[in-house]
């Protein structure tokens, strides 16, 4: 993060960072540079570094400083979606023979790269419930290279501390990465807590209009970042300038975003832990989740996902999930509009029969920013 920006605020780093004027017209944001070359002045002479548009990108480039300013990091990388992201993060870091430890509830796109991508090519991995921090020293081993965490989890909701695992991390030598996608850089600052990389699907939040697919990582260390930049521009999976823009675009109403899905989710929370065919709410405002005291020091509020069980198992489940109307059922999460999901058939269906499955009785939904009311009343009609 650059000491231009270090001292503001959250809201008006989102707004600021990154977002220069343009030189030549003045305009208040920045173009879309959808170019893919740039003339040299002489052999060698780049104009502000760019000569490929894989390389760098100048949209590109002002979307990566926004999240480095966001996450309070020293260098942000965008690229053409999240698991884009993760993928370039396990070649860069990983070696055959490394271990990695993973979450029992990890996103189901995270367990199959590990389970039928990185492990064909000698990377082991281990399952630990990452809410248990004892359970993490103990998966740890001598080949150890990377500890993964998602806080909250999705779609289980698990709270892991991510300062209690950073010392862990320390005290045996390795890396810690969070994904940091179901909070945002809003509502949590993993890197301030001791995470060596943040990893953000862009897709979700961040741009948060169910427009783009991306992906980030975002470093504490500059030559961390230097490392895995190397590695961005020989895989080339990188964020086009389009894409970048709309994700830019999207990050300058993060915060009153974030504020109103948390609002939202809260209230949808209430009805439905008194709602008599609900089993179980699964959200970290609840005093009664495990994982509720360290939330509320980690997290500035506690989001807009929640995931619930539902009597009549499975069946019961898909069909509350048919009859919703407002909340739109389809995979995805963090736009405006509110969504409702099976996970055991829809997102999570990589994990079945492997120790990440999840319960068949599940729905997990994201709070939109519609009006509450009709939130409600829609949830009410659906779960009969």
């Known amino acids: ?15 600021h960072a990154g977002n220069t004027a343009d030189p030549l017209t003045g305009a208040v944001v920045p173009p879309i ?19 490929y548009s894989r390389s760098a990108n100048p949209t590109r480039t002002a979307l990566e400083e926004n999240l480095a300013a966001l996450e309070g990091g020293r260098r942000g990388l965008a690229f053409a979606s999240g698991l884009a992201a993760e993928d370039c993060l396990l070649r860069a870091l990983l070696a055959p023979g490394d271990h990695v430890v993973i979450p029992n509830d990890a996103y189901g796109g995270t367990f199959r790269l590990f389970a039928k991508v990185v492990e ?7 399952v630990a419930n990452t809410s248990d921090v004892d359970a993490v020293r103990d998966a740890v081993n001598d080949r150890t290279k990377l500890i993964w965490v998602e806080t909250p989890s999705n779609p289980l909701l698990g709270i892991t501390d991510i300062e209690a695992v950073a010392g862990v991390a320390r005290q045996a030598g390795v890396k810690l990465v969070v994904d940091n996608t179901f909070a ?4 949590q600052q993993p890197l301030a807590l001791g995470a060596d990389v943040v990893v953000h699907s862009l897709t979700k939040y961040m ?21 895995l930049a190397y590695h961005q521009n020989a895989m080339g999976a990188v964020a086009g300038p389009f894409d970048s823009w709309i994700v830019l675009r999207g990050i300058k109403t993060l915060a009153v975003r974030m504020d109103r899905h948390s609002e939202n989710a809260a ?9 008599p065919k609900v089993t179980q709410v699964l959200y970290p405002g609840l005093p009664e989740h495990p994982g509720h005291e360290i939330a509320a020091k980690q997290m500035r ?13 499975e069946e019961a489940a898909v069909e509350v999930c048919n009859r919703a109307q407002l909340f739109t059922l389809g995979e995805s999460l963090g736009g405006v509009e509110s969504l409702i999901e099976h996970p055991g058939r829809m997102t999570h269906a990589s994990v079945a029969g492997s120790a990440l499955e999840v319960p ?25």
């Not at 993060?1 to 707004?15: G, K």
């Not at 540079?33 to 000569?51: C, F, I, M, N, P």
């Not at 209230?267 to 709602?275: I, N, S």
């Open 267 to 275: 209230k949808v929370v209430e009805m439905l832990t008194q709602h």
């Open 360 to 384: 068949a009785d599940l729905v997990r939904l994201s709070v939109g920013i519609e009006n509450a009311d009709d939130l409600l009343a829609d949830l009410r009609q659906a779960l009969g």
């Open 207 to 227: 741009g948060g209009h169910s427009d783009v697919v991306g992906g980030a990582l975002v470093t504490a260390d500059a030559a961390l970042g230097e490392e």
């Open 184 to 187: 945002s850089p809003y509502l």
């Open 1 to 15: 993060m650059s000491d231009q920006h270090s001292h503001q605020s959250f809201e008006t780093r989102a707004i």
């Open 33 to 51: 540079y959808q170019v893919s070359t740039y003339k040299q002045d002489g052999v060698g002479g780049l104009r502000g570094g760019y000569e």
């Open 301 to 313: 509020s506690f989001g807009g996902m929640i995931s619930f069980r539902v009597q009549g198992g």
């Open 120 to 126: 064909r090519w000698g990377v082991d991995f281990s």
